[in-house]
């Protein structure tokens, strides 16, 4: 990392960029929460030491270049397939630690019955859901999370439920599932969020090395060039209005 | 001596400013500066407020936060 | 070898396995059932992973990771099937994996039925999905042939990083013949796969992908499939004649339809008719040569398939006007006796 200031003498280094992640400057738009998100994954994974066991699977929207953030070998795989992928790869070499980090167009529209099913079978992978309640990379629509009244360029009058549905609960959904292992909600709009988000995905990565199933965590994340809000305002969205429509906490944990 | 110092990698600031918002001791602000992209960058405005807490470096979306402590008089941490 | 008696389904299911495969996902269709079976009783007692997706989409991109994570691997479906495959098909042919894709077709479009048919060469030798890819497709004619197919399936598979399909029917699915089974391969001489993601230790990450956004990037990745594309149309066009030296009227057919018109042939040259069979194996690559080289010769090459003209496009490209190709298909599952055709072949030759 080019230091700008020399430090001077006597100052140890408290944070900075894990060594999971590259150089490569991450491609999200300014305030967005993918950044914190694929950070945590990264420190968990330089915690648990297992950079040169790790195969993440790359989705396709915002995250679509994960692959150059990381250190770890990737693959990238079609839209709602990835949790498909993470089988295919870790019925062939369960010796690797395998991760999926999805978005909720993909994970919660197009590979719904992917994840169901990976989940039903208690795959012995991580899952990293990214619910910012959008489509962000095509363009701003909504998604099967977006909230009732939310206004997108797919439903430029707010969404109404009669016509659209109402947003998706995965989680409390695989919760009800036998097969998974740790379901859990979590956010990262400020720093008491985030440090328990931290520890989230840490603990769906350890069950994973511990041979205990399928984790899942999801972040409720913003997405401020397409809410058309600044990233403190996103943010106070996120506590103040989507928390209401998707509780944080644990929703499955099995011990 | 301020107990903390953060370095800021000015290209991968974005100038969210969410680590301004952040910080418990308003050590951060923009500074005049704009990298290659077109981003106002943050720079440490109040640099002998810091306390190292590195809650700046936990909110900031683009890891473009580097943070250090002043080692204890005697020991290290 | 060892000589036995086996279900088409089942011999190519065992074959597979004595290839090395390690990974096979699956979803349920008929007319492949008993391949899906076989998988399930025998993979997991010889080391290897069986396991029955949600769905054909599932199944393929499980396909996709297991390939990526440099096992062999394989799925099997029937037509509507494949048609849901397709999406995984054109990620891995272009994220340049090797896998085998056994196509039991079926009567078809839509639900169809499950009796034999040839409707899905287009979508076999075409590319099938999105974009300029090409998968290897064998189509044997007999059981035997089926089996010593997935053999080379996955071999040309490996050694050009292209998947492979075995495109067949519910006929040589179902019907038993004696079979001798390849030996076990040599784990050993399965080729290594250093591109595959198997954890970044001792050396950079491996990345699997069929992405740029480049256009110049992503035209770099297409040219480097097409130069693979015509190595392989070099090196692997394979066929069979049967007494096609002499032949006025050579019929063309494949899989199936070319198992009877071999018994066409027979009936013809009883009655002296001279009328031989050029049966293609590859069916991509075509082999387009060889049977260019017939048509400078041969009065007539008709064409005979279970669909309604499909094949007969290439071999109208074969052809290039050499000599005149009249077709004859049969449609909907409907096929037809080697008496049926040989009248065909008698509005031609004699």
Request: proline share 7%.
């Amino acid at each position: 990392m080019p230091v700008e200031t020399a430090v001077p003498a006597g100052y140890i280094r408290v944070f900075g960029k894990p060594k999971a992640l590259s150089d490569v400057k991450y491609t999200y738009c300014p305030g967005c929460h993918h950044g914190i998100v694929t950070r945590l994954v990264a420190e968990a994974i330089d915690e648990l030491g297992i950079l040169e066991r790790t195969v993440g699977i790359a989705p396709v929207g915002c995250a679509v270049f994960l692959d150059r953030f990381m250190n770890c070998d990737f693959v990238q795989a079609a839209h709602g397939r990835a949790c498909a992928v993470a089988t295919g790869i870790k019925r062939a070499r369960p010796e690797l630690v395998v991760f999926t980090y999805q978005g909720d167009g993909d994970l919660a529209a197009i590979g719904t019955a992917e994840t169901i099913h990976a989940a039903n079978r208690g795959e012995n992978i991580t899952v990293i859901f990214v619910n910012n309640g959008i489509y962000g990379m095509t363009g701003g629509e909504m998604a099967p999370t977006t909230l009732p009244g939310q206004r997108t360029t797919t439903t430029p009058w707010g969404r109404d439920p009669r016509l659209h549905g109402y947003p998706l609960k995965i989680s409390e959904m695989l919760a009800q599932l036998d097969g998974p292992t740790y379901i859990t909600r979590q956010a990262v709009f400020d720093y008491p969020h985030i440090v328990r988000a931290r520890q989230a995905i840490l603990k769906a990565f350890r069950n994973q090395l511990e041979g205990k199933g399928f984790s899942l965590v999801e972040i409720l994340s913003t997405c401020p060039t397409n809410w058309r809000m600044s990233p403190q305002e996103a943010g106070r969205w996120v506590a103040e209005h989507v928390t209401k429509h998707y509780p944080l906490g644990d929703l499955k944990d099995v011990r | 001596m301020p107990k903390g110092i953060v370095i800021v990698e000015k290209e991968r600031c974005k100038g969210c400013g969410l680590c301004i918002e952040a910080c418990p001791f308003g050590v951060l602000g923009f500074s005049s500066d704009y990298n290659s992209s077109g981003y106002r960058v943050v720079h440490m405005e109040h640099p002998e407020k810091c306390t190292g807490c590195a809650v700046c470096g936990y909110v900031c979306p683009d890891v473009a936060l580097e943070i250090y402590r002043r080692e204890p008089v005697g020991g290290t941490v | 070898m060892s000589r036995v008696l086996m279900r088409g389904n089942e011999a190519i299911a065992e074959a597979a396995i004595r290839s090395g495969l390690k990974c096979y996902f699956c979803y349920p269709i008929t007319p492949q059932g008993e391949l899906v079976e076989y998988m399930a009783r025998e993979l997991p007692k010889r080391g290897g992973v069986f396991l029955q997706a949600e769905s054909e989409v599932a199944a393929i991109n499980m396909v996709y990771g297991a390939a990526a994570a440099g096992v062999r691997a394989m799925t099997s479906s029937s037509s509507p099937g494949i048609s849901l495959k397709q999406e995984g098909i054109s990620y891995i042919a272009m994220a340049r994996l090797p896998c085998v894709i056994v196509n039991m077709m079926r009567g078809g479009p839509g639900l169809g039925n499950i009796a034999p048919a040839q409707g899905d060469y287009f979508q076999a030798t075409k590319g099938g999905g999105h974009g300029d890819y090409r998968l290897i497709v064998l189509a044997p004619s007999t059981v035997p042939e089926a089996a010593e197919l997935v053999r080379l399936a996955f071999d040309l598979s490996d050694k050009y990083r292209v998947p492979a399909m075995i495109l067949a029917d519910g006929m040589i699915g179902q019907m038993m013949e004696p079979v001798e089974l390849p030996e076990p391969v040599d784990p050993g001489k399965i080729p290594p796969r250093p591109w595959a993601v198997t954890g970044a230790r001792g050396r950079g990450k491996n990345v699997i992908s069929s992405f740029d956004l480049e256009p110049e990037g992503l035209r770099e990745m297409n040219l480097a499939l097409q130069a693979i594309y015509r190595e392989i149309e070099r090196n692997e066009p394979r066929w069979e004649e049967v007494e096609t030296r002499d032949a006025d009227l050579i019929v063309v057919a494949y899989g199936t339809m070319g198992r009877i018109a071999r018994s066409v042939v027979h009936m013809a040259r009883k009655e002296k008719l001279r009328v031989g069979l050029f049966r293609p194996i590859t069916l991509w690559p075509f082999p387009y040569e060889p049977l260019r080289e017939l048509a400078e010769r041969a009065e007539v090459i008709l064409t005979v398939e279970l669909s309604a003209g499909q094949m007969w496009e290439d071999v109208r490209l074969a052809v290039e006007g050499r000599a005149p190709t009249p077709f004859f298909g049969e449609l909907g599952g409907v096929v037809p006796s080697p008496k049926r055709i040989l009248e065909e072949v008698k509005k031609y030759a004699g």
